[in-house]
Every structure is written in structure tokens, then in C-alpha cells.
């Protein structure tokens, strides 16, 4: 990923090489920092109220609040149920997978007391729509929604390490909340995976765009706000440290104090191509489009977009493939 490096004229230059041939011409951009004296108000960045970022964020800290010991009867001699650990050094979030590691030990079933790991993985471009249901025992999960008498096991996220086939270990939560934040996350992430996902309204779109236009027309741009300073210092930071879901977050966090803030949407273009979520990266490089159309590096930027287009539709495509019924008449495809 490149780094941001700041130069003593008005200018952001964006130096070193991408590891993709696409991002090695991103790498030689360069942002203006030219900006209106109030933040204007920010544009709504997709469909729900979650962005990427934060779905992300929502999926690995729901993994780590999940209710460890689920109680399945209660007897007048005996309780059995089981207890699920998770490893969460383990938990891993792509732009096409959620996965993560877990130990199950079950309990209670005569001599039947065994422990066993199980490999956890939510294939996003197939999975079906989550949603949370009131569980066993006052607990709250986080299910597939299927068609009533379906046996589709599409969506289900575990594969059991040590025998063939899928295995559920129960993501189940204290309260219906947290089990409806992780839900709607998984479905957030699930959009952009199948390349169906809207990164901005129409409009609010056309709102930004007359917004850009008053930008541009005034003569002269005072400097960026002291606060999306320092939240450009800090995703600069993460930049380097190849933290980019943190890098995005500060650059979110600046565009939304200043949305008329060319070098947040080019940063976050950059950074939204790299992890493969297309759809925002092209929805930042338009928007610094719309802010700088006649930058030195706007041909170049309208040349990202283009790869970004067929990137997103190759994602598409996969996934309307991943998802065709199979020649066995199952309904989905086996890999």
C-alpha cells in the first residue's frame, strides 16, 4: 500500500509503489488541500448508516462478544449444553470472508464429554441474508434467513475441523441487540461482496455535486480545519503501518467534518480499491473528480475509476456464478 507523505507547497503528493499494477500509477496522484472556511454537511455514504469501515469493526467486535456458554436443556440430574471459545487472534475480515477459529467442548451427554475445533467461515459472495432470532436459554443468534422449509446450508458460517460437513456452533449473544448489530454488518459486508451494494443515493449524490460546484467557485480555499488535520495525521499513520481499516475510519471521520476535502476522498479511494470494496473507491475518486476536475492527475484518477468498474463487475460476476443452481437441481453451487 503507498504512503502518504506531506510536501511544504499547498499539495499532497502520494509516494512509493502499490503492490497491484492498477495502484502503481495511483501512486504518483497528488491532492490539493485547498478548503472552504465551514465544513459543509456531510453526504450519506450508502444505503444504510453503516459504511465499510464500520461494518468491519461491527463484525470482529461482535466475534468477541459472543456468549460463550449456551445451556441446550436442564434436567433434575443433569445440564447439558456446550461452551464455544473462540481464538480470537484467529478472526479474519476480507472483502469476501469473515473467518475465525473456535474450541467447542460439549457437556452433559452421558460420557459424551468431547472437545474438538472447529474452522469458522462465512463465504460472503454466497452467504444468505442474516438476521437475529431469539434463541434457547433468553440468548439472542445471528441466522440465516431461509425460505420456510429450505435445507439450504448456504449461509451456515462453520465447518467442523474434524469430520466433513458443517457444524453450528452457535453465535449467540446476551441480548437482541448485539446479535441484530452483527447481522446487519455481516449483510453490509455481504452487499459489497456481491458487488451489489450502493455506496452513495442519487440524491445525495446530486447534493454533493452542487456543493462541489460552490467549492469550486470560490476564489480562493482557506486551509483544512484543524480537526481533519489531525485525523489525516493519524490515518497517515495507519497507512503506514498497513492498518487501513483504522486509516479509513480517520479519513471517514475527516470527510464527515469536511466533505469537501479532495485529498479524504482521493486517500480513501486508494484505500478502498486496496481492500477490494469498489464501489467506495470509485463512489472518493468521483467525488475528487467533482472537487479538482482539472488536477494533473485526473486522467489518471478517471483511469482508476474505469479498473475499479470492471473490478467491481468481475466481483459481480463471481458471485451471480458462486450462487447458479446446481446441475443437481440443489439450488447452490458445490465448490
Known amino acids: 500500500m503507498a504512503r502518504l507523505a506531506r510536501c511544504s507547497a499547498p499539495v499532497l503528493v502520494l509516494?512509493?509503489?502499490?503492490?497491484?499494477?492498477?495502484?502503481?500509477?495511483?501512486?504518483?496522484?497528488?491532492?490539493?488541500?485547498e478548503k472552504p472556511d465551514a465544513p459543509a454537511e456531510t453526504a450519506q455514504i450508502s444505503a444504510s448508516s453503516m459504511t465499510i469501515w464500520q461494518a468491519r469493526a461491527?463484525?470482529?467486535?461482535?466475534?468477541?462478544?459472543?456468549?460463550?456458554?449456551?445451556?441446550?436443556?436442564?434436567g433434575p440430574f443433569m445440564k447439558t449444553g456446550y461452551q464455544t471459545k473462540l481464538h480470537l487472534e484467529s478472526?479474519?475480515?476480507?472483502?469476501?470472508?469473515?473467518?475465525?477459529?473456535a474450541e467447542r467442548s460439549r457437556f452433559g451427554f452421558a460420557a459424551e464429554?468431547?472437545?474438538?475445533?472447529?474452522?469458522?467461515?462465512?463465504?460472503?459472495?454466497?452467504?444468505?441474508?442474516?438476521?437475529?432470532?431469539?434463541?434457547?436459554?433468553?440468548y439472542y443468534e445471528a441466522v440465516i434467513q431461509r425460505p420456510r422449509g429450505s435445507n439450504d446450508d448456504s449461509g451456515l458460517p462453520c465447518v467442523n475441523s474434524w469430520v466433513e460437513g458443517r457444524g453450528d456452533i452457535g453465535l449467540v449473544w446476551a441480548d437482541a441487540g448485539q446479535a441484530e448489530a452483527f447481522a446487519n454488518a455481516v449483510n453490509r459486508l455481504r452487499a459489497a461482496a456481491r458487488g451489489d451494494?450502493?455506496?452513495?443515493?442519487?440524491?445525495?449524490?446530486?447534493?454533493?455535486?452542487q456543493k462541489a460546484a460552490a467549492w469550486r467557485a470560490m476564489p480562493t480555499k482557506p486551509p483544512i480545519p484543524e480537526?481533519?488535520?489531525?485525523?489525516?495525521?493519524?490515518?497517515?499513520?495507519y497507512v503506514q503501518l498497513k492498518d487501513f481499516d483504522n486509516a479509513l475510519q480517520e479519513y471517514e471521520a475527516g470527510l464527515a467534518v469536511d466533505p469537501m476535502w479532495p485529498e479524504g476522498h482521493f486517500n480513501a479511494g486508494l484505500l478502498y480499491a486496496e481492500l477490494h470494496y469498489y464501489s467506495h473507491a470509485i463512489y472518493h475518486m468521483n467525488s475528487y473528480l467533482a472537487l479538482v476536475p482539472d488536477a494533473p492527475?485526473?486522467?489518471?484518477?478517471?483511469?482508476?475509476?474505469?479498473?475499479?468498474?470492471?473490478?467491481?463487475?468481475?466481483?459481480?460476476?463471481?458471485?451471480?456464478?458462486?450462487?447458479?443452481?446446481?446441475?443437481d437441481g440443489s439450488g447452490h453451487k458445490r465448490h
Request: aromatic share 6%.
Open 15 to 33: 509516494i512509493a509503489i502499490f503492490v497491484t499494477a492498477s495502484l502503481n500509477a495511483a501512486g504518483q496522484f497528488k491532492t490539493r488541500k
Open 58 to 74: 461491527a463484525v470482529i467486535a461482535g466475534l468477541k462478544g459472543i456468549q460463550s456458554l449456551q445451556i441446550i436443556s436442564s
Open 91 to 101: 478472526i479474519q475480515v476480507t472483502s469476501e470472508n469473515i473467518s475465525f477459529d
Open 113 to 138: 464429554n468431547v472437545s474438538y475445533t472447529i474452522h469458522c467461515q462465512i463465504d460472503l459472495r454466497i452467504a444468505q441474508t442474516y438476521i437475529a432470532e431469539k434463541a434457547r436459554g433468553g
Open 197 to 209: 451494494d450502493v455506496a452513495i443515493q442519487p440524491e445525495a449524490w446530486n447534493d454533493f455535486l
Open 227 to 237: 480537526e481533519v488535520r489531525q485525523h489525516r495525521v493519524v490515518a497517515e499513520h
Open 297 to 327: 492527475d485526473a486522467q489518471q484518477a478517471r483511469d482508476e475509476v474505469i479498473i475499479w468498474q470492471a473490478e467491481q463487475q468481475k466481483a459481480a460476476t463471481a458471485s451471480a456464478s458462486a450462487t447458479a443452481p446446481a446441475p
